[in-house]
């Protein structure tokens, strides 16, 4: 819990620096963002095969430009939708994803610039987050999806002209992002025994933004 606490108190600080760079801007676009995901779901149990699965978002954005030369920042509201595979089901997640990056890029010509970004996103589980079932052998299986999460946003675009950017993101997760329980027969004791296992959500998002 402690560390949950930190965590989003480092997301409200660095949204309030945001904010707060907000204030000094020379420039405020608002504009839609889309795009599609790959996720790939790790568990801390040898037992379990990861989980690569592609996912889809969309949502309005805003960018905001600074009077530092190349620095600017964006925040955006995205709804996300994003399949992961646990076992032999495939589970859906929907999210509401607030990604806030800063941003420093240069400009080639008049019409094509690039950039390199980072920083926090918080992530609100919007849909079903806890899942129950029997495998063909009637075991018990159950799969938590966290409430919230927190995690970082590395990445890479490019601007071409003043309304249209494509970017490249990894997302990576601070802490868990689901929980795993399932049974098994012990077959000397002919008693089940219960397994559990965390998981940490990795995901590459390739993103496309239009500015009005």
Same mark, same amino acid.
């Given at each position: 819990?402690?560390?949950?606490?930190?965590?989003?108190? =480092? +997301?409200?600080?660095?949204?309030?620096?945001?904010?707060?760079?907000?204030?000094?801007?020379?420039? *405020?676009?608002?504009? %839609?963002?889309?795009? =599609?995901?790959?996720?790939?779901?790790? =568990?801390?149990?040898?037992?379990?095969?990861?989980?690569?699965?592609?996912?889809?978002? *969309?949502?309005?954005?805003?960018?905001?430009?600074?009077?530092?030369?190349?620095?600017?920042?964006?925040?955006?509201?995205?709804?996300?939708?994003?399949?992961?595979?646990?076992?032999?089901?495939?589970?859906?997640?929907?999210?509401?994803?607030?990604?806030?990056?800063?941003?420093?890029?240069?400009?080639?010509?008049?019409?094509?610039?690039?950039?390199?970004?980072?920083?926090?996103?918080?992530? +609100?589980?919007?849909?079903?987050?806890?899942?129950q079932w029997e495998d063909v052998d009637q075991y018990r299986k159950h799969f938590t999806f966290q409430e919230t999460t927190l995690s970082i946003?590395?990445?890479?675009?490019?601007?071409?002209?003043?309304?249209?950017?494509?970017?490249?993101? +990894?997302?990576?997760?601070?802490?868990?992002? %689901?929980?795993?329980?399932?049974?098994?027969?012990?077959?000397?004791?002919?008693?089940?025994?219960?397994?559990?296992?965390?998981?940490?959500?990795?995901?590459?998002?390739?993103?496309?933004?239009? +500015?009005?």
């Amino acid at each position: 819990m402690m560390k949950r606490d930190f965590l989003y108190r =480092f +997301y409200l600080t660095a949204m309030t620096l945001f904010l707060a760079m907000s204030s000094f801007a020379q420039d *405020i676009q608002i504009g %839609a963002k889309g795009g =599609f995901d790959l996720t790939s779901m790790e =568990f801390s149990s040898g037992d379990l095969n990861k989980s690569n699965r592609a996912g889809f978002f *969309i949502g309005p954005t805003m960018r905001i430009d600074t009077p530092v030369m190349g620095l600017s920042i964006d925040v955006s509201a995205l709804y996300d939708q994003r399949n992961v595979k646990v076992g032999t089901r495939t589970l859906t997640q929907e999210s509401l994803v607030v990604p806030a990056h800063a941003r420093f890029g240069v400009s080639i010509g008049d019409l094509l610039g690039v950039f390199v970004c980072a920083g926090p996103q918080l992530s +609100y589980n919007l849909g079903k987050s806890s899942f129950q079932w029997e495998d063909v052998d009637q075991y018990r299986k159950h799969f938590t999806f966290q409430e919230t999460t927190l995690s970082i946003n590395l990445g890479a675009g490019a601007k071409f002209g003043g309304n249209l950017e494509g970017a490249v993101y +990894y997302n990576v997760p601070l802490g868990k992002t %689901a929980d795993f329980t399932w049974d098994t027969l012990a077959s000397e004791l002919q008693d089940l025994d219960m397994h559990t296992a965390k998981s940490r959500t990795n995901s590459w998002r390739i993103s496309v933004s239009y +500015y009005f």
